[in-house]
């Protein structure tokens, strides 16, 4: 860039070629040579009537007066002239002052422009965000469980691996499924405890001890809910527990089968109707039917003290061990089988429910718990992501016990970063229910007192002590567990 050589301001290129001034520097500078050309070509001062800048304005000696610019201190004898030069310097100052002006506001322009691109972007970059997590949590409006069915098995059929009379049964036997609202049992396998409890009685290399859930059927994914519905899955396999234990048979009359998961949706929509988690109920918009919305341990929780059977959340909302593990997590669930059903013998069949175990991303089931000889622990885990012809194969256990590997989960293999757990324990009376419906609103009150308060995770649930008989959104953990003295 070019700029002026007497005051600096850019030029452009054509003005530069001819002359490297910007226009009133250059008619200053041909002035100031008009009023002293003795200066202008090297020579000292003479009868043309001007002096040097700073030199003493005096008489001429010839009785003219000296007139001096008060900008410069050039001196001249013609008082129309200094005005004049006068002009052209205020003309210059002008000049430079509206060039910067114009500056500014072009740099300020550029600036404006700039951030409104960066806005922009930057929203775009938000909206692929958040359409990215609807997707992949189910809450975009590609439809639910009966349009991912039908779409896999079109692309089944597609593929060559169904074949079209069989694509026409199935989508006829899945909508009659859906009409009445219950599972077709097409994904269960039924026996698994009962097997497992004759294994371990036979079994004697390396468990000390084995404690047992109350039998309990395993449901896998299907083709329409691949890759989303792990939780409603749990909740079948937790339901068909209860549906075995008639201390619950006045809890569930109206739910004697397992219900399909559009129908598990329903239920949900039905406890927040009823008051239950309205800050997780406006999280899914009030909504979960016919989409493909994931749901964890609070759903659960709500779903099952809707029907009043009495739970609890247990966060475990940080490692307790090295390497990222939860040993405290194994010790609570050894602590639930093993409560009242201490003894010696080495398979422990127990009553209790199976238990809800989730983490970011999945959920699975906890159906037992394994105590080798040397004191450490293993989970016996029901998960939703195997398919029922690896647990069939449960039921036709080896001695060499190699199909447990789909079941056990030892202290390192669990190494995500928070757990939660849903734990049943009884039933609720109807005033116990409202009780917990009205603890909801209690519990978003002190949220929003303390929320700016609190900022840390101290949560009584890494010690696997319960909280209190009012239950909170998963949430609301970290930072109302601290005040659980003030619950209770």
């Known amino acids: 860039m070019l700029v002026c050589d007497g005051c600096g301001r850019a030029l452009p290129c054509e003005a530069a070629r001819r002359q490297p001034r910007c226009p009133p520097c250059q008619r200053l500078r041909r002035h100031s040579a008009a009023a002293r050309p003795e200066a202008?070509?090297?020579?000292?001062?003479?009868?043309?009537g001007w002096r040097l800048p700073g030199a003493p304005a005096a008489d001429t000696g010839n009785g003219e007066q000296l007139y001096e610019c008060p900008i410069c201190s050039l001196t001249c004898t013609n008082l129309q002239f200094l005005e004049e030069h006068v002009d052209l310097h205020l003309e210059e100052h002008s000049f430079s002052e509206g060039g910067n002006m114009r500056d500014l506001e072009l740099a300020q322009q550029l600036q404006h422009e700039e951030d409104k691109q960066q806005r922009l972007e930057e929203e775009k970059r938000e909206k692929e965000e958040f359409k990215k997590l609807q997707?992949?949590?189910?809450?975009?409006?590609?439809?639910?469980?009966?349009?991912?069915?039908?779409?896999?098995?079109?692309?089944?059929?597609d593929r060559g691996r169904m074949q079209p009379f069989e694509y026409h049964k199935r989508k006829a036997?899945?909508?009659?499924?859906?009409?009445?609202?219950?599972?077709?049992?097409?994904?269960?396998?039924?026996?698994?405890?009962e097997a497992l409890c004759k294994y371990y009685q036979n079994e004697n290399k390396d468990v000390r001890r084995v404690w047992l859930s109350a039998g309990v059927d395993h449901f896998h994914s299907s083709l329409g809910d691949k890759g989303w519905g792990c939780g409603y899955r749990n909740f079948q396999m937790l339901l068909s527990s209860l549906l075995q234990n008639s201390l619950y048979n006045d809890c569930l009359r109206d739910t004697a089968l397992i219900p399909s998961i559009p129908k598990i949706q329903s239920m949900i929509e039905d406890a927040w109707k009823e008051g239950f988690d309205p800050h997780g109920a406006s999280h899914f918009n009030n909504r979960l039917r016919g989409s493909k919305a994931w749901i964890g341990a609070c759903e659960i929780y709500s779903l099952l003290t809707s029907l009043r059977i009495k739970c609890q959340i247990i966060d475990f909302h940080k490692p307790t061990g090295p390497a990222g593990t939860h040993p405290r997590l194994f010790e609570w669930i050894l602590r639930y089988y093993s409560t009242d059903n201490e003894g010696a013998t080495k398979v422990v069949c127990t009553s209790r429910p199976p238990i809800y175990l989730q983490h970011q991303g999945h959920s699975r089931t906890?159906?037992?718990?394994?105590?080798?000889?040397?004191?450490?622990?293993?989970?016996?885990l029901f998960d939703p992501g195997c398919p029922s012809q690896e647990m069939q194969k449960l039921l036709k256990q080896s001695t060499d016990g190699t199909g447990l590997k789909l079941l056990r989960r030892f202290?390192?293999?669990?190494?995500?970063?928070?757990y939660q757990i849903v734990a049943v324990d009884g039933i609720l009376t109807l005033e116990e229910k409202t009780v917990s419906i009205s603890g909801n609103s209690f519990c978003k009150k002190m949220y929003k007192n303390l929320h700016l308060l609190f900022q840390t995770q101290v949560c009584?649930?890494?010690?696997?002590d319960l909280f209190s008989p009012i239950q909170f959104p998963h949430s609301l953990f970290p930072l109302l567990s601290a005040y659980s003295p003030l619950i209770e």
């Open 366 to 380: 906890v159906v037992g718990i394994e105590e080798k000889k040397n004191k450490t622990l293993c989970l016996l």
């Open 135 to 157: 997707r992949q949590y189910g809450l975009d409006s590609s439809g639910g469980y009966k349009q991912q069915f039908l779409k896999n098995m079109e692309r089944e059929v």
């Open 460 to 464: 009584v649930w890494s010690h696997g």
């Open 40 to 48: 202008a070509a090297g020579r000292e001062p003479g009868a043309h």
């Open 173 to 193: 036997d899945m909508m009659e499924s859906l009409a009445v609202g219950i599972d077709d049992g097409k994904t269960k396998t039924s026996g698994v405890i």
């Open 411 to 418: 202290v390192g293999g669990l190494k995500e970063k928070q």
